[in-house]
């Protein structure tokens, strides 16, 4: 189970660390690894989501379901603060074209990662398969 305090705890570090350097004069680009580190943090917040829709019954510890999507909730509007400012930090700073540009990476990537697994997911069905038609 990945934990989402964890997660969030991460995303708040790294933001706070591109607000620092921006406060101390960094530019946009210069911060790029912090930003990085944000929006690993915030795919671990998505995949905790995702871990929480695959398996609703999952392993949530001493707490309830309810506490567990809260959390979630909680830490996914967080990270949405975040991102908000960051976009801003970048328009700032007159790097719009630079954050759209990476925006539209995110999406194309995170297409074809999908795509990929999706794959994936179809060989090993498919493999799985065979593997029953032999033995039968």
Known sequence: MI???LALGAAKKAFDLIQ?????GKQANEILGQVGDFYDA????QE?????RRKPNG???EQSVESYALRIVEAEIACDRYEAQIKKMFMA???TPM????MQIRT???DRRELAKRELLKIQREKLQRQRELKN
């Open 99 to 102: 954050y759209q540009k990476m």
């Open 42 to 45: 915030k795919e671990k917040v």
């Open 93 to 95: 700073q007159g790097k």
């Open 3 to 5: 934990e989402i305090g």
């Open 108 to 110: 194309q990537e995170r």
């Open 20 to 24: 620092s350097a921006i406060d101390t």
């Open 48 to 52: 905790a989501k995702e871990e929480h």
């Open 59 to 61: 392993a949530y510890g």
